[in-house]
Antibody, heavy 119, light 108 residues
Framework: QVQLQESGPGLVKPSGTLSLTCAVS?????????WSWVRQPPGKRLEWIGE???????NYNPSLRSRVTISVDKSKNQFSLKLSSVTAADTAVYYC????????????WGQGTLVTVSS | ESVLTQSPGTLSLSPGERATLSCRAS???????LAWYQQKPGQAPRLLIY???SRATGIPDRFSGSGSGTDFTLTISRLEPEDFAVYYC?????????FGQGTKVEIK
């Protein structure tokens, strides 16, 4: 059973950089899957942020592309998210998730972590 | 970007009743790459249906999905107490992956 666990600061200052890590257990990040970040602002719909393959290839949501970096650390079986120049609009629950296969839905999700942008 | 619109916003039903949820896409979803998720308060979404009509592992057969092109439906044949939740559709046929705004199924 694959499990994902997000970690990182719950509070980030405006204009700062949000950094989160997703640890994968029960499976390998080198498997034939893409690994994604998804967020959900309070009371709003889910928003896909981007994804990474174990080779390091990435795809980002155009709405966030200029501020997002997703990276992978195969030695630690984890992947990470950095979102720069954050504002209050970036306050959300952030989830990491596994893509089923190479082009599929999200079949495994982390529990989510709330990140608040505030001074 | 494919915009997904779900209806109704809220569905008030009693246990044992049938629930029908709709998801309409602004452009055709390629290869029926449409999924449905269930989300309960404080929990991550749970995959129910993918490929428009295939049930995910462990999902009861009272959940079924149908549709193609731009119109998709999630049906819960007989609501169980644990089915009261928010349901989201998601397309993964084109980038960026997008979600609907959700339908809340509440107890009447």
């Amino acid at each position: 059973q694959v499990q994902l666990q997000e970690s990182g600061p719950g509070l980030v200052k405006p204009s700062g950089t949000l950094s989160l890590t997703c640890a994968v257990s029960g499976g390998s990040i080198s498997s034939s899957n893409w690994w994604s970040w998804v967020r959900q602002p309070p009371g709003k719909r889910l928003e896909w942020i981007g994804e990474i393959y174990n080779s390091g290839s990435t795809n980002y949501n155009p709405s966030l592309r200029s501020r997002v970096t997703i990276s992978v650390d195969k030695s630690k079986n984890q992947f990470s998210l950095k979102l720069s120049s954050v504002t209050a609009a970036d306050t959300a629950v952030y989830y990491c998730a596994r893509v089923l296969g190479l082009l599929g839905p999200f079949d495994y999700w982390g529990q989510g972590t709330l990140v608040t942008v505030s001074s | 970007e494919s915009v997904l619109t779900q209806s109704p916003g809220t569905l008030s039903l009693s246990p044992g009743e049938r629930a029908t949820l709709s998801c309409r896409a602004s452009q055709s979803v390629s290869s029926s790459f449409l999924a449905w998720y269930q989300q309960k308060p404080g929990q991550a979404p749970r995959l129910l249906i993918y490929g428009a009509s295939s049930r995910a592992t462990g999902i009861p057969d009272r959940f079924s999905g149908s549709g193609s092109g731009t119109d998709f439906t999630l049906t819960i044949s007989r609501l169980e107490p644990e089915d009261f939740a928010v349901y989201y559709c998601q397309q993964y046929g084109s980038s960026p992956r997008t979600f609907g705004q959700g339908t809340k199924v509440e107890i009447k």
